[in-house]
Protein backbone atom coordinates (compact mmCIF):
# COMPACT_ATOMS: atom_id res chain seq x y z
CA UNK A 1 0.00 0.00 0.00
CA UNK A 2 1.26 3.57 -0.77
CA UNK A 3 1.00 5.99 1.98
CA UNK A 4 1.20 9.89 1.33
CA UNK A 5 1.10 11.41 4.68
CA UNK A 6 4.27 12.56 6.35
CA UNK A 7 2.18 11.68 10.16
CA UNK A 8 1.58 8.03 8.97
CA UNK A 9 5.00 7.87 7.13
CA UNK A 10 7.06 8.55 10.36
CA UNK A 11 4.59 6.37 12.41
CA UNK A 12 5.19 3.23 10.22
CA UNK A 13 9.20 3.78 9.52
CA UNK A 14 11.26 0.63 10.57
CA UNK A 15 8.26 -0.86 12.21
CA UNK A 16 8.98 -5.10 12.61
CA UNK A 17 7.43 -7.37 9.86
CA UNK A 18 5.87 -10.21 11.49
CA UNK A 19 8.08 -13.18 10.45
CA UNK A 20 6.73 -15.25 12.44
CA UNK A 21 2.35 -14.58 11.58
CA UNK A 22 2.60 -12.68 14.89
CA UNK A 23 5.00 -10.03 16.57
CA UNK A 24 4.99 -6.45 18.66
CA UNK A 25 4.59 -3.19 17.36
CA UNK A 26 7.81 -1.92 18.50
CA UNK A 27 10.95 -3.13 17.11
CA UNK A 28 12.82 -5.07 20.22
CA UNK A 29 15.49 -3.76 21.67
CA UNK A 30 18.51 -5.79 20.43
CA UNK A 31 21.83 -5.61 22.41
CA UNK A 32 24.86 -7.20 21.69
CA UNK A 33 28.52 -7.02 21.03
CA UNK A 34 29.25 -9.87 19.38
CA UNK A 35 27.42 -11.14 15.87
CA UNK A 36 26.79 -14.86 15.61
CA UNK A 37 27.10 -16.83 12.13
CA UNK A 38 26.36 -19.61 10.86
CA UNK A 39 29.25 -20.37 8.56
CA UNK A 40 32.28 -18.38 7.32
CA UNK A 41 30.94 -18.10 4.20
CA UNK A 42 27.65 -16.31 5.79
CA UNK A 43 30.72 -14.18 7.99
CA UNK A 44 32.80 -13.20 4.68
CA UNK A 45 28.86 -12.39 3.08
CA UNK A 46 28.47 -9.89 5.29
CA UNK A 47 31.64 -8.50 5.61
CA UNK A 48 32.04 -7.94 1.55
CA UNK A 49 28.58 -6.77 1.89
CA UNK A 50 29.83 -3.78 4.16
CA UNK A 51 32.25 -3.40 2.31
CA UNK A 52 30.05 -2.81 -0.72
CA UNK A 53 28.33 0.26 1.31
CA UNK A 54 25.12 -2.23 2.57
CA UNK A 55 23.79 -1.29 5.57
CA UNK A 56 24.34 -4.49 7.16
CA UNK A 57 25.78 -5.55 10.79
CA UNK A 58 29.07 -8.00 11.69
CA UNK A 59 29.36 -6.49 15.10
CA UNK A 60 27.74 -4.68 17.35
CA UNK A 61 29.39 -1.48 17.12
CA UNK A 62 27.76 -1.68 13.87
CA UNK A 63 23.75 -1.81 15.57
CA UNK A 64 21.12 -4.45 14.69
CA UNK A 65 17.52 -4.60 14.34
CA UNK A 66 16.89 -1.36 17.35
CA UNK A 67 19.65 0.59 15.83
CA UNK A 68 18.46 0.21 12.20
CA UNK A 69 14.76 0.71 12.63
CA UNK A 70 15.56 4.09 14.05
CA UNK A 71 18.37 4.61 11.16
CA UNK A 72 15.60 3.96 9.05
CA UNK A 73 12.92 6.35 10.62
CA UNK A 74 15.22 9.04 10.62
CA UNK A 75 16.01 8.49 6.71
CA UNK A 76 12.17 8.77 6.69
CA UNK A 77 11.87 11.97 8.76
CA UNK A 78 14.76 13.74 7.02
CA UNK A 79 14.42 12.71 3.71
CA UNK A 80 17.95 11.02 3.34
CA UNK A 81 19.92 8.34 1.86
CA UNK A 82 21.39 6.91 4.99
CA UNK A 83 21.29 7.86 8.94
CA UNK A 84 24.27 7.61 11.32
CA UNK A 85 23.46 7.58 14.79
CA UNK A 86 26.29 9.27 17.68
CA UNK A 87 26.68 9.18 20.73
CA UNK A 88 25.83 13.03 21.50
CA UNK A 89 24.35 16.05 19.02
CA UNK A 90 28.15 17.51 19.86
CA UNK A 91 29.67 14.06 18.62
CA UNK A 92 27.46 13.82 15.25
CA UNK A 93 28.68 17.36 14.78
CA UNK A 94 32.32 16.32 15.11
CA UNK A 95 31.42 13.45 13.04
CA UNK A 96 30.75 15.54 9.77
CA UNK A 97 33.37 17.96 10.01
CA UNK A 98 35.88 15.21 10.44
CA UNK A 99 34.38 13.35 7.99
CA UNK A 100 34.27 16.02 5.21
CA UNK A 101 37.56 18.28 6.38
CA UNK A 102 41.05 16.80 5.99
CA UNK A 103 44.18 18.76 6.84
CA UNK A 104 44.54 22.45 3.86
CA UNK A 105 40.56 22.29 4.07
CA UNK A 106 38.55 25.17 4.44
CA UNK A 107 34.83 25.32 6.04
CA UNK A 108 32.35 28.53 6.23
CA UNK A 109 30.39 28.32 9.09
CA UNK A 110 27.25 30.85 10.26
CA UNK A 111 28.79 32.76 12.94
CA UNK A 112 25.14 31.98 15.28
CA UNK A 113 25.50 28.05 15.16
CA UNK A 114 25.62 25.65 18.35
CA UNK A 115 28.50 27.42 20.44
CA UNK A 116 30.49 24.46 21.31
CA UNK A 117 31.59 24.19 17.82
CA UNK A 118 33.56 26.49 18.27
CA UNK A 119 35.43 24.66 20.69
CA UNK A 120 35.57 21.68 18.86
CA UNK A 121 37.11 24.06 16.27
CA UNK A 122 40.03 25.49 18.68
CA UNK A 123 40.56 22.04 20.38
CA UNK A 124 40.23 19.50 18.02
CA UNK A 125 40.18 21.11 13.84
CA UNK A 126 43.20 23.42 13.99
CA UNK A 127 45.49 20.89 15.60
CA UNK A 128 44.11 18.80 12.13
CA UNK A 129 45.38 21.67 9.76
CA UNK A 130 41.71 22.65 9.07
CA UNK A 131 40.37 26.52 9.17
CA UNK A 132 36.97 27.20 10.08
CA UNK A 133 35.90 30.57 8.89
CA UNK A 134 32.78 31.86 10.85
CA UNK A 135 30.61 34.32 8.18
CA UNK A 136 27.80 36.00 9.19
CA UNK A 137 24.32 34.76 6.58
CA UNK A 138 22.65 37.87 6.61
CA UNK A 139 25.37 40.64 6.16
CA UNK A 140 28.58 38.85 4.22
CA UNK A 141 28.07 37.50 0.54
CA UNK A 142 29.14 33.59 0.86
CA UNK A 143 30.02 33.33 -2.79
CA UNK A 144 32.98 35.44 -2.18
CA UNK A 145 34.20 33.97 0.83
CA UNK A 146 34.88 30.55 -1.14
CA UNK A 147 37.91 29.44 -1.89
CA UNK A 148 39.49 26.91 -3.37
CA UNK A 149 39.89 24.73 -0.42
CA UNK A 150 36.77 25.17 1.15
CA UNK A 151 34.84 22.11 1.41
CA UNK A 152 32.04 22.21 3.27
CA UNK A 153 29.45 24.92 4.36
CA UNK A 154 28.29 24.67 7.70
CA UNK A 155 25.07 26.34 8.76
CA UNK A 156 22.22 26.20 11.86
CA UNK A 157 18.42 27.47 11.21
CA UNK A 158 16.86 29.09 13.05
CA UNK A 159 20.53 29.45 15.24
CA UNK A 160 20.82 28.90 18.91
CA UNK A 161 19.60 31.01 21.42
CA UNK A 162 18.59 34.11 19.25
CA UNK A 163 16.82 31.45 16.34
CA UNK A 164 18.40 33.94 13.35
CA UNK A 165 16.32 32.07 10.11
CA UNK A 166 18.57 31.72 7.52
CA UNK A 167 17.93 31.90 3.69
CA UNK A 168 19.13 27.80 3.23
CA UNK A 169 18.18 27.14 -0.51
CA UNK A 170 19.87 30.77 -1.44
CA UNK A 171 22.78 29.43 0.55
CA UNK A 172 22.62 25.90 -0.51
CA UNK A 173 22.64 27.59 -4.33
CA UNK A 174 25.49 29.16 -3.92
CA UNK A 175 27.61 26.48 -2.72
CA UNK A 176 25.93 23.93 -4.79
CA UNK A 177 27.37 26.29 -7.96
CA UNK A 178 30.59 25.53 -6.39
CA UNK A 179 30.10 21.76 -5.87
CA UNK A 180 30.64 22.15 -1.30
CA UNK A 181 28.20 20.25 0.48
CA UNK A 182 26.21 22.06 2.86
CA UNK A 183 25.82 20.50 6.62
CA UNK A 184 22.38 21.93 8.54
CA UNK A 185 21.80 21.43 12.16
CA UNK A 186 18.39 20.71 12.10
CA UNK A 187 18.19 20.48 16.00
CA UNK A 188 15.36 23.23 16.33
CA UNK A 189 12.80 21.51 14.35
CA UNK A 190 13.35 18.26 15.14
CA UNK A 191 13.83 17.26 11.55
CA UNK A 192 9.82 17.71 11.59
CA UNK A 193 8.92 21.61 10.91
CA UNK A 194 12.08 20.93 8.58
CA UNK A 195 13.89 19.34 6.04
CA UNK A 196 16.94 20.58 4.66
CA UNK A 197 17.87 18.08 2.32
CA UNK A 198 14.83 19.19 0.74
CA UNK A 199 15.89 22.73 0.19
CA UNK A 200 19.32 21.83 -1.33
CA UNK A 201 21.70 20.67 1.88
CA UNK A 202 23.50 17.93 2.18
CA UNK A 203 23.66 16.60 5.06
CA UNK A 204 21.42 17.15 8.03
CA UNK A 205 22.26 16.90 11.95
CA UNK A 206 19.77 16.19 14.85
CA UNK A 207 20.85 16.70 18.43
CA UNK A 208 18.21 13.30 19.36
CA UNK A 209 18.37 14.13 22.84
CA UNK A 210 16.27 16.87 22.52
CA UNK A 211 12.70 16.60 20.48
CA UNK A 212 13.71 13.39 18.69
CA UNK A 213 13.90 11.88 21.83
CA UNK A 214 12.14 14.04 23.54
CA UNK A 215 11.75 13.52 27.24
CA UNK A 216 15.04 14.47 28.46
CA UNK A 217 16.50 11.08 29.33
CA UNK A 218 18.71 10.07 26.62
CA UNK A 219 22.25 11.78 24.74
CA UNK A 220 22.04 10.87 21.24
CA UNK A 221 23.22 12.93 17.91
CA UNK A 222 22.73 12.00 14.20
CA UNK A 223 23.60 12.59 10.88
CA UNK A 224 21.47 12.42 7.62
CA UNK A 225 22.71 12.30 4.37
CA UNK A 226 21.60 12.94 0.76
CA UNK A 227 23.89 10.43 -1.45
CA UNK A 228 25.74 7.35 -1.26
CA UNK A 229 29.05 9.09 -2.03
CA UNK A 230 28.76 11.57 1.46
CA UNK A 231 27.16 8.33 3.25
CA UNK A 232 30.46 6.63 2.67
CA UNK A 233 32.75 9.84 3.59
CA UNK A 234 30.74 9.70 6.45
CA UNK A 235 30.81 5.82 7.06
CA UNK A 236 34.52 6.09 6.97
CA UNK A 237 34.97 8.73 10.05
CA UNK A 238 32.05 7.18 11.72
CA UNK A 239 33.75 3.59 11.74
CA UNK A 240 37.02 5.10 12.41
CA UNK A 241 35.78 7.33 15.58
CA UNK A 242 34.79 4.09 17.07
CA UNK A 243 30.91 5.61 17.53
CA UNK A 244 27.89 3.95 18.43
CA UNK A 245 25.20 4.02 20.49
CA UNK A 246 23.38 1.75 22.95
CA UNK A 247 20.38 -0.45 22.00
CA UNK A 248 18.61 1.21 24.86
CA UNK A 249 18.69 4.28 23.84
CA UNK A 250 17.96 3.85 19.99
CA UNK A 251 15.19 2.26 21.22
CA UNK A 252 14.22 5.32 23.21
CA UNK A 253 14.43 8.11 20.40
CA UNK A 254 12.63 5.75 18.30
CA UNK A 255 9.93 5.88 20.49
CA UNK A 256 10.24 9.44 21.10
CA UNK A 257 9.78 9.54 16.76
CA UNK A 258 6.58 8.19 17.37
CA UNK A 259 5.24 11.16 19.43
CA UNK A 260 7.28 13.67 17.65
CA UNK A 261 4.61 15.41 15.44
CA UNK A 262 2.31 15.96 18.76
CA UNK A 263 5.00 16.82 20.73
CA UNK A 264 6.26 19.86 18.86
CA UNK A 265 2.48 20.70 17.84
CA UNK A 266 1.77 21.22 21.43
CA UNK A 267 5.48 23.13 22.05
CA UNK A 268 4.60 25.41 19.11
CA UNK A 269 0.80 26.51 20.40
CA UNK A 270 1.83 26.59 24.11
CA UNK A 271 5.34 29.06 22.79
CA UNK A 272 3.34 31.13 20.73
CA UNK A 273 0.82 32.10 23.66
CA UNK A 274 3.57 32.61 25.81
CA UNK A 275 6.11 34.62 22.89
CA UNK A 276 2.84 36.69 22.44
CA UNK A 277 1.81 37.28 26.09
CA UNK A 278 5.73 38.24 26.90
CA UNK A 279 5.42 40.89 23.66
CA UNK A 280 3.02 42.71 26.13
CA UNK A 281 4.99 42.35 29.11
CA UNK A 282 6.32 46.49 30.38
CA UNK A 283 9.63 44.27 31.50
CA UNK A 284 10.92 42.48 28.56
CA UNK A 285 12.73 44.72 25.59
CA UNK A 286 12.46 42.09 22.82
CA UNK A 287 11.18 38.49 21.92
CA UNK A 288 13.14 36.13 19.64
CA UNK A 289 9.97 33.11 18.03
CA UNK A 290 9.99 33.40 14.20
CA UNK A 291 6.62 32.75 14.44
CA UNK A 292 5.83 36.38 15.94
CA UNK A 293 5.09 38.39 12.55
CA UNK A 294 6.84 41.25 13.85
CA UNK A 295 10.06 38.67 13.85
CA UNK A 296 12.88 39.42 11.25
CA UNK A 297 12.98 35.80 10.10
CA UNK A 298 9.17 35.44 10.06
CA UNK A 299 8.89 35.39 6.34
CA UNK A 300 12.03 33.04 5.69
CA UNK A 301 10.23 30.92 8.37
CA UNK A 302 6.82 30.74 6.92
CA UNK A 303 8.36 29.78 3.79
CA UNK A 304 10.55 27.14 4.50
CA UNK A 305 9.03 25.91 7.81
CA UNK A 306 5.85 24.44 8.84
CA UNK A 307 5.87 24.69 12.56
CA UNK A 308 8.03 26.72 15.37
CA UNK A 309 9.55 24.71 18.25
CA UNK A 310 9.25 25.58 22.11
CA UNK A 311 11.95 27.52 22.33
CA UNK A 312 11.76 31.34 22.96
CA UNK A 313 13.98 33.90 23.94
CA UNK A 314 13.58 37.70 25.27
CA UNK A 315 15.52 40.76 26.71
CA UNK A 316 14.72 42.46 29.76
CA UNK A 317 14.27 46.01 29.51
CA UNK A 318 16.14 48.22 32.73
CA UNK A 319 17.59 44.48 33.71
CA UNK A 320 21.22 43.87 34.27
CA UNK A 321 23.01 40.05 34.27
CA UNK A 322 21.94 39.90 38.04
CA UNK A 323 18.72 40.72 37.97
CA UNK A 324 18.36 38.23 34.61
CA UNK A 325 19.83 35.66 36.79
CA UNK A 326 17.20 36.28 39.83
CA UNK A 327 14.15 36.43 37.59
CA UNK A 328 14.97 32.82 36.25
CA UNK A 329 15.75 31.40 40.09
CA UNK A 330 12.00 33.20 41.05
CA UNK A 331 10.56 30.84 38.40
CA UNK A 332 8.78 27.95 39.93
CA UNK A 333 7.84 25.59 37.01
CA UNK A 334 10.16 26.51 34.95
CA UNK A 335 13.35 24.25 35.78
CA UNK A 336 16.80 25.93 35.37
CA UNK A 337 19.28 24.31 33.37
CA UNK A 338 20.96 23.49 29.55
CA UNK A 339 19.50 21.30 27.21
CA UNK A 340 15.80 21.49 26.14
CA UNK A 341 13.35 19.72 24.14
CA UNK A 342 11.61 17.31 26.52
CA UNK A 343 8.58 17.63 27.58
CA UNK A 344 9.12 19.94 30.69
CA UNK A 345 9.86 23.44 30.86
CA UNK A 346 13.28 25.45 31.37
CA UNK A 347 14.92 28.78 31.83
CA UNK A 348 18.18 29.68 31.51
CA UNK A 349 20.49 33.18 31.35
CA UNK A 350 22.27 33.25 28.03
CA UNK A 351 25.89 33.73 28.41
CA UNK A 352 26.79 36.87 26.89
CA UNK A 353 29.87 35.41 25.03
CA UNK A 354 28.29 33.43 23.32
CA UNK A 355 25.37 36.09 21.91
CA UNK A 356 28.43 38.26 20.98
CA UNK A 357 29.37 35.47 18.49
CA UNK A 358 25.92 36.48 16.62
CA UNK A 359 26.41 39.25 14.14
CA UNK A 360 23.00 39.25 13.62
CA UNK A 361 22.28 40.56 17.09
CA UNK A 362 24.27 43.41 18.55
CA UNK A 363 22.21 44.34 21.93
CA UNK A 364 23.92 44.48 25.61
CA UNK A 365 20.62 43.47 27.55
CA UNK A 366 20.76 39.93 29.29
CA UNK A 367 18.80 37.63 27.11
CA UNK A 368 16.63 34.46 29.06
CA UNK A 369 16.12 31.17 26.73
CA UNK A 370 12.70 29.65 27.49
CA UNK A 371 11.81 26.36 26.47
CA UNK A 372 8.19 26.24 26.74
CA UNK A 373 7.26 22.35 27.80
CA UNK A 374 3.69 20.91 27.89
CA UNK A 375 2.44 22.06 30.83
CA UNK A 376 -0.74 24.61 30.52
CA UNK A 377 0.53 27.51 29.13
CA UNK A 378 -1.53 29.77 31.72
CA UNK A 379 0.29 27.90 34.57
CA UNK A 380 3.51 28.96 33.21
CA UNK A 381 2.40 32.73 32.37
CA UNK A 382 1.49 32.97 35.68
CA UNK A 383 5.00 31.47 36.66
CA UNK A 384 6.45 34.06 34.51
CA UNK A 385 4.39 36.85 36.08
CA UNK A 386 5.22 36.03 39.52
CA UNK A 387 8.89 35.96 38.74
CA UNK A 388 8.65 39.59 37.28
CA UNK A 389 6.78 40.79 39.60
CA UNK A 390 9.51 39.30 42.26
CA UNK A 391 12.62 40.61 40.85
CA UNK A 392 11.82 43.52 38.25
CA UNK A 393 9.07 45.87 39.26
C1 LIG B 1 21.97 20.65 22.18
C2 LIG B 1 22.42 20.95 20.81
C3 LIG B 1 23.47 20.25 20.23
C4 LIG B 1 24.28 19.24 21.00
O1 LIG B 1 23.56 18.13 21.41
P1 LIG B 1 24.04 17.25 22.66
O2 LIG B 1 23.30 15.99 22.52
O3 LIG B 1 23.71 18.05 23.87
O4 LIG B 1 25.54 17.05 22.52
C5 LIG B 1 23.79 20.53 18.92
N1 LIG B 1 23.13 21.47 18.21
C6 LIG B 1 22.13 22.18 18.74
C7 LIG B 1 21.44 23.21 17.93
C8 LIG B 1 21.75 21.95 20.05
O5 LIG B 1 20.76 22.69 20.58
Known amino acids: MSVDGKHTRLLHAGAPSL ?8 VPVVRTSTVRFASNAELDDRHHRRAAGER ?42 VGLLGPGDHALVSDSVYSPLRRVDKTLLQRLGITLQY ?23 PSSLLYEVLDLPR ?32 VSIQASTKYI ?30 LTIGADDAYLALRGLRTLPVRLAQHQRNATEIAKWL ?6 ERVFYPALPDDPGHALWQRDFSGASGLVSFTLRHADSKAAAAFVDALRLFALGASWGGYESLALVAAP ?5 HSAWQGNEPVVRLHVGLEDPQDLIVDLDQAFHRVIV
Open 56 to 97: VASYGRHGLDTHQALEDALCTLEGGHRAFLAPSGLSAITLVL
Open 213 to 242: AGHSDVMQGAVIVDSAALAERIATAHEALG
Open 353 to 357: ERLRE
Open 279 to 284: QTQPQV
Open 135 to 157: FSPGRDDLAALIQPQTKLVYLES
Open 19 to 26: RDGAGPVN
Open 171 to 202: LAGIAREHDIPVAVDNTWSGGWFLQPLTLGAN
